[in-house]
Nanobody
Framework: QVQLVESGGGLVQTGGSLRLSCAAS?????????MGWYRQAPGKQRELVAT???????NYADSVKGRFTITRDNAKNTVYLQMDSLNPEDTAVYYC?????????WGQGTQVTVSS
């Protein structure tokens, strides 16, 4: 089964940028997976941030449109989330998700903290 490992989280000031990476291992069919980034802030439910289909179509939460960009590199089995113009409301644990029904796999998460 595919395994996902996120990286790139950290502490950044308001207005700063971070790029998250999610590397998939144990998969020779990464290109077939729909990939997504979700986040969960303390005391809140996990919410969708952005998704990208196997064909490259993207979808974003309204709160991140125009600031975040999701991309994928199938040759590297990796999906990225470029986050610009960060604000404290973006503080959360960010999770990578891979879907190929009926399979759905989550990474362990990476912490993003935006200071004011």
């Amino acid at each position: 089964q595919v395994q996902l490992v996120e990286s790139g989280g950290g502490l950044v000031q308001t207005g700063g940028s971070l790029r998250l990476s999610c590397a998939a291992s144990r998969s020779s069919i990464f290109s077939l997976y729909a990939m997504g980034w979700y986040r969960q802030a303390p005391g809140k439910q996990r919410e969708l941030v952005a998704t990208i289909t196997s064909g490259g179509s993207t979808n974003y939460a309204d709160s991140v449109k125009g600031r975040f960009t999701i991309t994928r590199d199938n040759a590297k089995n990796t999906v990225y989330l470029q986050m610009d113009s960060l604000n404290p409301e973006d503080t959360a644990v960010y999770y990578c998700n891979a879907r190929l029904p009926p399979l759905a796999v989550w990474g362990q998460g990476t912490q993003v903290t935006v200071s004011s």
